[in-house]
């Protein structure tokens, strides 16, 4: 059983970085494939960026390539979420999730997933 929780949530003005942080606890966190996902209100959770076990293999969805960075940290069980140059679209809940038996998995049927955080972009 793995447990994920997201931090690093806030309310920003358009332009600005934030940095998410999940910490995972539980399981062997360097053989999950990661990902996050972002889910605005009224709207279908959507993919965000994904990771590979071996931090190696990375992707992005259109909307934030060049502006987030998805990165981990085995040694300490986290993933992050770099968020640069903030839009007002970017406000959404974001969670994170761990696959297992995936080295690397760009889907949205996570085995486990983190509460959320709010990110709020003011334009």
């Known amino acids: 059983q793995v447990r994920l929780v997201e931090s690093g949530g806030g309310l920003v003005q358009a332009g600005a970085s934030l940095r998410l942080s999940c910490a995972a606890s539980?399981?062997?966190?360097?053989?999950?494939?990661m990902g996050w996902l972002r889910q605005a209100p009224g709207k279908e959770r959507e993919f965000v960026a994904a990771?590979?076990?071996?931090?190696?293999?990375?992707d992005y969805a259109d909307s934030v390539k060049g502006r987030f960075t998805i990165s981990r940290d085995n040694g300490e069980k986290r993933v992050y979420l770099q968020m640069n140059s903030l839009k007002y679209e970017d406000t959404a809940v974001y969670y994170c999730?761990?696959?297992?038996?995936?080295?690397?998995?760009?889907?949205?049927?996570?085995?486990?997933w983190g509460q959320g955080t709010q990110v709020t972009v003011s334009s």
């Open positions: 999730g761990a696959k297992s038996g995936y080295y690397f998995y760009r889907g949205d049927s996570y085995d486990y």
């Open positions: 539980g399981g062997t966190f360097s053989s999950y494939a």
């Open positions: 990771i590979s076990w071996s931090g190696s293999s990375t």
